[in-house]
């Protein structure tokens, strides 16, 4: 905690003046898909207008925050975080339609917006129907499956910057996206995008959304508590390949198990905690590396600050 967050009760009391949920000490293992991680207090921002003036708040106590999306893609330490979470909360209307363009709020889910727009007829984008998290989640990291990656669409994203503390509409030009990665800073908080998607008829894109999950039932763990890819695919290697070529599915450390369907899947099989996880990271960041020599980089999101 810093001096500033130690009162905070007086924390909960500022925030009253905006439009926000105060949610102190949340388990961070009950916000991520891959449920480990110490406590945070959340912020749950209600009007995205606001988040200016709470950026200000914030700078002006000197409190420190991070932007929570869906937790599928997190791995968050088992110490906690000093830092606030803040989380936007759920839009009920949160997907717009304008010819083949669509606006869609960044809290909104990717996989139930992708649906959305296949009962508009509009297709493109059906590869990403079972990426887990948020659209907002998804744009930070051009989120990809089956061919398909979020930033190929974009036309427009609004974005407040955590910055400069302004709200931003960017244009594509002035966005990099790139395999997994992006030009946003992580402190960006995503608040809407705008996808240029391609008119097709709903039943062509069901037919493509049914073989994408299928391919994915057969060999993703989907069932279980994971973050999905632990690490990226080094150019010209598979990293799931490589870990179940060095016949490592089903290593354990703790509660934390290499999964038995897709090796670059850590699945928590028995109330992991995130060190058996980072500790499973390290062996097979080594024996990769000892084996094919490649540097293994991390696809999920690590929260590891120290208190
Ligand atoms: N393979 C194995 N053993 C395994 C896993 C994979 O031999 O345990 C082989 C497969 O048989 C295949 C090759 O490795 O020949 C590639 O595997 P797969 O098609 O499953 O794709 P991937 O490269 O492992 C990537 C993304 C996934 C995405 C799928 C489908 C990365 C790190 N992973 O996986 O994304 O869902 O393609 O498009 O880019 C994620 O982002 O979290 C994620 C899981």
Redesign the pocket.
Known sequence: MTGAMNNRAQLAKDLEAFPVRWKPGQRMSELTSLAVGGPADVVVIEDPQCLPDVGHFFRSKGIPWRLLGGGS?LLVRDEGLRSIALQLAPERNGVRFDGPRVEISAAASLGAAVTRCAKNNLGGIAGLVGVPGTVGGALHMN?G??GTQIGEFVKAVKVFRGSTGEIEVLKPEGIRFEY?QTSFAADDIMLSVTLELIERPYERIVERIKQCNQK?RA??PISEKSA??I???PPGY????MI?DLGM?GLRVGGAMISDR???FIVNRQEATASDIFRLMDVMRERVGKSFGVELEE?VIVWRESP
């Open positions: 893609n989120a499956a089956y997994r994915r060999s993703q999905g890819c690490f990226k695919n598979s990293t799931g390949k179940d599915k897709h090796a670059n696809e």
